[in-house]
């Protein structure tokens, strides 16, 4: 899966009244007789800049390599994996801490606490800590994953394969990345699962001192939320998930699944650049703006621009657009730019903001060693390229380059478990049912709104907030004052909106499309210009997703 950004909300919103819920802090454990790990040295943060002026910190924490499914040590090794945090104290007394992930998996987080911090009212900011960590094998945590940079360097092959050769060296392409992976990382890839990130999660949480945490997860992060919620339901006293990953469906299904949805929301960007047609002159309907981008596709494919951008070059960075509006004043630029006046650097710009290049490649490995061992992937490559036709044709966008991106799965050298699936049923881990906050918008692309229903129902105490028409992938504290007031509320005294039917049980009206744009400089933005962008795929979402 994937990724990507952010809100002002217009008048009118209509925010649900609050049902008065048992507040979380009703539901402390008693406490806590683990031994507490060694305190964290926190200091200045030497490879890491603060935002904005942000009183940023870094500490480091060992935690064990291999873990039984309670969490222990799981052999005798004493081997260890070190993680690499950050926090950012609360401005008044330290009452609580939120630990945020942004999602990924692959990506790097511990950028994340000064970014959520920022985004944070001050009410809360006075009371929370906020506390990120790269997850291992992650980032600035050791070892790393390293695999084969080469890989992801321009110009790469086409992702929709032309004929039988062309797709025979893709598949190569895959194996030979998979092999690369097993080769320069070695045993950390068989301990890369969710559960092992979550078991990490619980560790952090004894160093920091806590009996419990509020976690904030975006993306591939509601997954990680939801595992350790299940896993240490005791431990948390807020969970809000924000962008929710579908808790039925293992990662190849839900990559196919995500095709479809990226394509919906792609075409959502070709209609708004069809309804300014005078400023970007790249069609005046949907079709008519797609049918531009996918004869420059096509273009490219024969002759790359500058050496650099193919077309593959050109999905990753258009992209973009799929998980955030706030991008689309430049994207339509730099493809108006491209196909009217054959002036490609726009393009080769946004490839160098928002595309894969060489250095991804721990981002890209550690994406590959989570989803290859979360679950079980088809190991018959025939079923690969039926469900890759049938996703070309239903989601041109992104079908295949979704295929070839999980194909090193099929050849991955360490070994895959089951799915972690919560729920009451036969085999299903015991999900968390303390109070839950799920929070969507109805547009996003890289993460189907259902996924959200679907987590909602698993979660018998959890509320969904929507943000109606959304077609932002990550929206708490991003500016929708309906959902940020309801997120406030809810991790300052534990109120939720009451939980209705089906859900969802409060629907948020999303901001306005953006005004076009035609100068140059950076995207047009509301809030923020990155937020937490591509579900599972980019090092720091581009900076962001």
Same mark, same amino acid.
């Given at each position: 899966?994937?990724?990507?950004?952010?809100?002002?909300?217009?008048?009118?919103?209509?925010?649900?009244?609050?049902?008065?819920?048992?507040?979380?802090?009703?539901?402390?454990?008693?406490?806590? @007789?683990?031994?507490?790990?060694?305190?964290?040295?926190?200091?200045?943060?030497?490879?890491?800049?603060?935002?904005?002026?942000?009183?940023?910190?870094?500490?480091?924490?060992?935690?064990?390599?291999?873990?039984?499914?309670d969490?222990?040590?799981?052999?005798?090794?004493?081997?260890?994996?070190?993680?690499?945090?950050?926090?950012?104290?609360?401005?008044?007394?330290?009452?609580?801490?939120?630990?945020?992930?942004?999602?990924?998996? %692959?990506?790097?987080?511990?950028?994340?606490?000064?970014?959520?911090?920022?985004?944070m009212?001050?009410?809360?900011?006075?009371?929370?800590?906020?506390?990120?960590?790269?997850?291992?094998?992650?980032?600035?945590?050791?070892?790393?994953?390293?695999?084969?940079?080469?890989?992801l360097?321009?110009?790469?092959?086409?992702?929709?394969?032309?004929?039988?050769?062309?797709?025979?060296?893709?598949?190569?392409?895959?194996?030979?990345?998979?092999?690369a992976?097993?080769?320069?990382?070695?045993?950390?890839?068989?301990?890369?699962?969710?559960?092992?990130?979550?078991?990490?999660?619980?560790?952090?949480?004894?160093?920091? %001192?806590?009996?419990?945490?509020?976690?904030?997860?975006?993306?591939?992060?509601?997954?990680?939320?939801?595992?350790?919620?299940?896993?240490?339901p005791?431990?948390?006293?807020?969970?809000?998930?924000?962008?929710?990953?579908?808790?039925?469906?293992?990662?190849?299904?839900?990559?196919?699944?995500?095709?479809?949805?990226?394509?919906?929301?792609i075409?959502?960007?070709?209609?708004?650049?069809?309804?300014?047609?005078?400023?970007?002159?790249? &069609?005046?309907?949907?079709?008519?703006?797609?049918?531009?981008?996918?004869?420059?596709?096509?273009?490219?494919?024969?002759?790359?621009?500058?050496?650099?951008?193919?077309?593959?070059?050109?999905? @990753?960075?258009?992209?973009?657009?799929?998980?955030?509006?706030?991008?689309?004043?430049?994207?339509?630029?730099?493809l108006?730019?491209?196909?009217?006046?054959?002036?490609?650097?726009?393009?080769?710009?946004?490839?160098?903001?928002?595309g894969?290049?060489?250095?991804?490649?721990?981002?890209?490995?550690?994406?590959?060693?989570?989803?290859?061992?979360?679950?079980?992937?088809?190991?018959?490559?025939?079923?690969?390229?039926?469900?890759?036709?049938?996703?070309?044709?239903?989601?041109p966008?992104?079908?295949?380059?979704?295929?070839?991106y999980?194909?090193?799965?099929?050849?991955?050298?360490?070994?895959?478990g089951?799915?972690?699936?919560v %729920?009451?049923?036969p &085999?299903?881990?015991?999900a968390?049912?303390g109070?839950?906050?799920?929070?969507?918008?109805?547009?996003? %692309?890289?993460?189907?709104?259902?996924?959200?229903?679907?987590?909602?129902?698993?979660?018998?105490?959890?509320?969904?907030?929507?943000?109606?028409?959304?077609?932002?992938?990550?929206?708490?504290?991003?500016?929708? @004052?309906?959902?940020?007031? @309801?997120?406030?509320?809810?991790?300052?005294?534990?109120?939720?909106?009451?939980?209705?039917?089906?859900?969802?049980?409060?629907?948020?009206?999303?901001?306005?499309?953006?005004?076009?744009?035609?100068?140059?400089?950076?995207?047009?933005?509301?809030?923020?210009?990155?937020?937490?962008?591509?579900?599972?795929r980019?090092?720091?979402?581009?900076?962001?997703?």
């Open positions: 899966m994937r990724r990507r950004t952010r809100a002002a909300v217009s008048a009118g919103v209509l925010l649900a009244a609050f049902a008065t819920a048992a507040p979380a802090t009703a539901q402390d454990p008693a406490p806590d @007789t683990e031994q507490a790990a060694p305190g964290l040295a926190w200091g200045p943060c030497a490879d890491l800049e603060a935002v904005e002026g942000e009183a940023l910190e870094c500490a480091r924490l060992e935690v064990p390599l291999a873990r039984t499914a969490g222990a040590p799981a052999d005798g090794s004493g081997a260890t994996v070190e993680l690499a945090l950050s926090r950012v104290p609360a401005t008044g007394t330290p009452e609580r801490t939120l630990l945020v992930n942004p999602g990924g998996p %692959g990506s790097r987080a511990r950028h994340w606490a000064a970014h959520t911090a920022r985004r009212p001050a009410e809360l900011r006075e009371s929370y800590d906020v506390v990120a960590f790269d997850p291992r094998g992650i980032g600035a945590s050791t070892p790393g994953i390293v695999c084969d940079p080469g890989h360097a321009p110009v790469r092959p086409d992702t929709v394969p032309a004929d039988a050769s062309a797709e025979e060296a893709l598949r190569e392409a895959a194996a030979a990345y998979a092999r992976c097993g080769e320069n990382t070695g045993a950390l890839l068989d301990h890369m699962r969710t559960e092992d990130t979550a078991h990490d999660l619980d560790a952090v949480r004894v160093a920091l %001192g806590r009996e419990r945490i509020d976690y904030l997860g975006y993306s591939y992060g509601t997954y990680l939320g939801t595992v350790y919620s299940a896993l240490y005791e431990r948390v006293r807020a969970l809000v998930l924000d962008s929710a990953v579908g808790p039925d469906t293992p990662w190849y299904e839900s990559n196919h699944r995500q095709s479809r949805a990226l394509d919906r929301a075409g959502n960007f070709f209609a708004w650049t069809a309804r300014h047609d005078g400023v970007y002159r790249l &069609g005046t309907t949907e079709r008519a703006v797609a049918d531009a981008y996918y004869r420059l596709r096509s273009e490219l494919a024969d002759a790359p621009d500058e050496g650099t951008v193919g077309p593959t070059e050109l999905e @990753t960075a258009v992209l973009v657009a799929a998980y955030t509006d706030a991008v689309w004043p430049a994207v339509a630029r730099a108006s730019s491209r196909v009217n006046d054959g002036e490609p650097a726009a393009l080769v710009d946004l490839h160098t903001r928002f894969e290049a060489p250095e991804g490649d721990r981002a890209y490995g550690g994406y590959l060693a989570v989803q290859c061992t979360d679950a079980h992937w088809p190991d018959d490559w025939g079923t690969w390229r039926g469900d890759a036709a049938k996703a070309h044709v239903a989601a966008f992104m079908g295949w380059h979704n295929t070839w999980n194909a090193p799965c099929v050849d991955w050298p360490a070994e895959s089951d799915w972690f699936q %729920g009451d049923g &085999g299903e881990h015991s968390y049912t109070p839950a906050l799920i929070v969507h918008g109805t547009e996003d %692309g890289a993460t189907p709104i259902e996924g959200a229903h679907a987590l909602r129902a698993r979660l018998p105490g959890s509320v969904l907030v929507t943000e109606d028409g959304g077609r932002v992938h990550g929206i708490t504290f991003g500016g929708n @004052t309906c959902v940020d007031e @309801t997120v406030t509320a809810y991790l300052r005294d534990g109120r939720l909106p009451e939980r209705t039917g089906r859900g969802p049980d409060t629907a948020c009206a999303a901001r306005s499309a953006p005004a076009p744009r035609t100068g140059q400089g950076a995207p047009a933005t509301r809030a923020d210009p990155v937020g937490p962008v591509r579900l599972e980019s090092d720091e979402c581009r900076q962001p997703v």
